[in-house]
């Protein structure tokens, strides 16, 4: 039979599963688009940028079974999407990015848009195709798709010239794409070890990441099991419920709060999984890690890469979770520590404490604000939050308790995600609350994308931290500098951008307003108008992660570079 490339991506996709796309159609890619259009299974979501649209496709990988795809133009479709595709790459998250390109059955150069893509797309992916014949379109893209979801998930660029995308040709009968069986566990050995280490432990800890995202259950098995503290990474938040006695929050070394700092203080055999042990997730490698490591991740790369491993199991975490507890059940248990219980609870509510008598006039205290966003939200709501300052005081003052309802930049740590990532949170799990926690410098930078929410009736809420500055950043720069060159923003009218996109705006403006402002934001999000809500943030006090972060940087400096450093902060303090 024949059909174009454009029919034949379409069947791909539809028997991937995939729901959404993503993009701008451009000349490249009418025929994609027209052929898309066709089907009953797929959504094209209409973008106002391609940064918005790799931040949307990245959304619906994290939360959903369905993969998120871009459809894009060569050159600069690519390169304006190039910022999601990263953070996809380098947080491990799955993706399909299709692009159209210049025409191969003419033998001219220097046509629209042509460059090598596959170099530019080569360090963002897990690999890159390029087809040139209409029986390599649905094999080309079955193959894509099991790359990008197999082993450490990831995104996976095919080129589809507009050649083969507009005109037909012959392809053998078509059929339906096969997903492959799990492979079988194979460390018997290791996870032996591994019990053998823990049963010999006298304060084992816990250590989760986003690799543990479908294995919450196993993991507070685990956490009973050895009555073990728990502490998550950032793009982590969501794997262990913070109203879990044992939960002691975000990290554990230098830069953590004080009930994770604590708990961990005397750990002497740590299970890690799911993490890669990465720079922010360990406050700049400022974190401890006991002798007796047990790492279990899905890439096999990371054992011993930051921190040496004493056992290493590859594999997924829900798999050799089962088949660790299976083994440690059969050995006698710990009995419930009260006193360990009680010293992680009497350390979180003194920390929350430290915020609530940091109280100001005509500002809002972060801990008050994420205490009223926690009660009048779901606990199955999904927060997508950006880069800043507002990362981290998410991190240790909104308690998350349901799996997969956070997502975040994190290895790439781009600005600019949170609002497109919020509408490809919605678009996949349209029955959940979501909302976003974006700084100003953030919002502006992909706030139009709102006007895709308005378009497409996505009740999410946006609140906005609006101090004026690029907050971490001008933290980071006050404590050495004294001054906080190039980080102070321009007047932004968040209700002009409310305006402009269609969205609803409220302010908040002090303490007394943070109730009822989320209360009228979520009636009106129900409705299916997308909210922007301006909260008038006080970033003077700093977080845990901030201050540590600080800390454990400065204090690799060579002495003769630390008193520099000094000498420097105190003159200019002096002299201004």
């Keep these: 039979m024949k059909r174009t490339g454009a029919w034949l991506t379409a069947y791909a996709l539809e028997q991937i599963g995939a729901r959404f796309t993503f993009g701008i159609p ?24 391609e940064g918005g649209a790799s931040f949307m496709a990245d959304a619906v990988g994290r939360l959903s079974d369905s993969i998120g795809v871009l459809t894009v133009v060569p050159a600069a479709g690519l390169t304006h999407a190039a910022s999601g595709i990263g953070e996809a790459f380098l947080d491990g998250v799955p993706m399909l990015v299709i692009s159209g390109g210049p025409r191969t059955d003419t ?73 492959e069986p799990a492979k079988p566990l194979r460390a018997d050995a290791e996870i032996a070890r591994a019990v053998e280490l823990l049963r010999d432990a006298r304060h084992p800890c816990i250590f ?79 974190a401890e890690v006991p002798e007796n490591l047990i790492h279990i991740d899905i890439n096999p790369k990371v054992f011993g890469a930051n921190y040496p491993a004493k056992v290493g199991i590859e594999g997924d975490a829900g798999v050799v979770l089962r088949a660790l507890l299976t083994m440690l059940e059969k050995t006698s248990g710990r009995s419930a520590d009260g006193a360990l219980r009680e ?49 981290f005081l998410t991190a240790e003052l909104m308690p998350i308790h349901a799996p997969k309802s956070v997502i975040l930049p994190t290895d790439f740590n781009c ?30 930078m992909t706030c ?32 050495p500098y004294n001054r906080k060159p190039a980080t102070t923003i321009g007047k932004l009218n ?14 908040m403006n002090d303490n007394a307003a943070i109730a009822g402002v989320i209360g009228e934001a979520n009636r009106i999000a129900a409705g299916g108008r997308p909210v922007i809500v301006a909260v008038r943030i006080d970033y003077s006090k700093r977080t845990a992660f901030t201050s540590g972060a600080v800390k454990t940087n400065f204090s690799r400096f060579p002495l003769n570079e630390r008193l520099r450093f000094l000498t420097r902060a105190a003159v200019r303090h002096v002299i201004g």
Aim: aromatic share 8%; proline share 5%.
């Design 26 to 49: 451009g000349v490249h890619t009418t025929e994609l688009y027209d052929a898309l259009n066709s089907s009953n299974r797929i959504t094209q979501v209409l973008v106002t940028h």
């Design 107 to 179: 033998g001219h150069r220097y046509q629209l848009h042509q460059m090598d893509t596959h170099k530019f797309m080569s360090g963002l992916t897990k690999a890159t195709f390029a087809v040139t014949r209409h029986e390599d379109v649905v094999p080309t893209l079955f193959k894509a798709y099991k790359i990008a979801t197999s082993g450490e998930p990831g995104p996976v660029f095919v080129e589809l010239p507009v050649d083969v995308l507009l005109m037909t040709g012959e392809v053998a009968e078509l059929p339906p794409f096969q997903h």
């Design 208 to 286: 989760a990441g986003w690799g543990t995202r479908d294995a919450t259950a196993e993991l507070v098995r685990l956490a009973e099991s050895l009555e073990a503290p728990v502490a998550t990474t950032l793009q982590g938040l969501s794997v262990f419920p913070a109203g879990h006695p044992l939960h002691v929050g975000f990290g554990f070394g230098a830069s953590a709060v004080p009930a994770a700092r604590n708990a961990f203080k005397a750990c002497d055999c740590m299970v890690a999984i799911g993490t890669r042990f990465a720079e922010i997730a360990t406050g700049s490698y400022g």
């Design 343 to 391: 010293r992680i609870k009497a350390d979180k509510a003194a920390y929350r404490e430290s915020w609530y008598r940091h109280d100001a006039a005509d500002i809002v205290n972060p801990v008050r604000f994420f205490d009223a966003l926690r009660r009048q939200t779901p606990d199955d709501g999904i927060i997508a939050i950006d880069d800043g300052n507002h990362t």
């Design 415 to 444: 600005m600019g995600y949170a609002v497109p990532a919020a509408i490809g949170a919605k678009l996949a799990c349209p029955g959940r609350s979501v909302q976003a926690i974006v700084g100003d410098g953030a919002f502006m």
């Design 448 to 479: 139009m994308e709102i006007l895709t929410a308005t378009s497409n009736n996505l009740g999410v809420v946006y609140y906005v931290f609006n101090d004026g500055e690029l907050a971490q950043i001008a933290q980071a720069q006050q404590i």
């Design 494 to 507: 968040i209700e002009g951008v409310a305006l402009a996109t269609g969205a609803a705006y409220l302010p």
